[in-house]
């Protein structure tokens, strides 16, 4: 039987939870959370009430969880947080930045989705690691050149995206996007999740001040580079003792394939065209 599958009430909980928020759209979460409580959808005041009491239950209880439902718990919070599913990684070449303890690199193996996925962590538990993954996790600083090259998708989650602000930690996000993309197939994506924003119902100064440096940021890679990108909502997370609102949304770069004639976008166009110069797949 696969983890998936489970009759745990745990796992059946994470797989209803996320069922249901694939019920709203990112455009749907992306106005509700830039209005003010007395303009809420029902829907959304709903989902807003389960959230609060889920973060209200988390902090009563703790979370005390197998070690079959916590894997399944990571490798679904990259899967939904990603956007990505298991035939959009089929047989894909992944590297994963920030890969923690390398739960979702293992489980691409070990489901059969990918066997060519890696993971690359300043801090890797060398002796935990089992033979048939060994080549599979590299132990390195991803703001430096990556070891893994020709990736259809580099992806990280809670890693690059924790170094947009903070006073230690601050990263040099723009040179990691710039080496990732040096370490992408043309036509591969690199995905970086979360990138918060705050509800207008609850501001929060340091994550205002985050986006604030993500839109800085992706302005200047996309002028100086020419990189498309588009940031995606992806869930809502309801959290602390004042259960702030949080949209969290995965921030979406496309390597081009192919640089061709000046072209201007027309309104729709999914992803941002940073110059007069389209995708050409
Ligand atoms: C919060 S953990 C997230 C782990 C995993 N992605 C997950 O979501 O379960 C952040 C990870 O990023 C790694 N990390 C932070 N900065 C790094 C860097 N510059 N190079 C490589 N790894 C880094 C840390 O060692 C840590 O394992």
Do not use: C
Not at 61 to 75: A, C, K, M, Q, Y
């Amino acid at each position: 039987m696969q983890i998936g599958e489970s009759q745990n009430p745990q796992l059946e909980k994470i797989q209803s939870k996320n069922k249901k928020m694939e019920l709203f759209s990112p455009k749907y979460l992306r106005e509700q959370i830039n209005l003010p409580r007395s303009r809420w959808d029902e829907d959304f005041k709903k989902l807003i009430e389960e959230k609060e009491k889920e973060n209200q239950d988390e902090k009563i209880n703790g979370i005390t969880e197998s070690s079959d439902v916590l894997l399944e718990r990571t490798f679904k919070r990259y899967m939904n947080g990603l956007g990505l599913d298991e035939r959009a990684l089929k047989d894909k070449k992944v590297l994963d930045l920030g890969s923690g303890d390398g739960e979702f690199v293992r489980l691409l193996i070990e489901r059969g989705i990918t066997s060519d996925a890696y993971g690359i962590d300043a801090q890797l538990e060398k002796d935990t690691i089992e033979n048939k993954f060994e080549g599979h996790f590299i132990e390195g600083n991803f703001e430096e050149d990556l070891p893994i090259k020709n990736n259809d998708y580099i992806v990280s989650v809670g890693a690059v995206s924790n170094g947009i602000w903070g006073d230690e930690e601050v990263m040099d996000i723009k040179r990691i996007i710039e080496k990732s993309f040096d370490s992408l197939k043309r036509g591969g994506e690199m995905r970086i999740y979360p990138i918060q924003e705050v509800a207008y119902a609850t501001p929060l100064e340091g994550l205002q001040e985050s986006i604030k440096k993500w839109g800085e940021l992706l302005k200047e890679i996309s002028e100086t580079r020419g990189i498309e990108y588009k940031i995606e909502p992806r869930d809502i997370r309801v959290v602390g003792r004042n259960n702030d609102i949080i949209l969290e949304s995965v921030l979406i770069m496309k390597k081009r394939i192919m640089v061709s004639k000046p072209h201007t976008p027309p309104p729709n166009a999914e992803f941002f065209f940073p110059n007069p110069y389209i995708l050409t797949i």
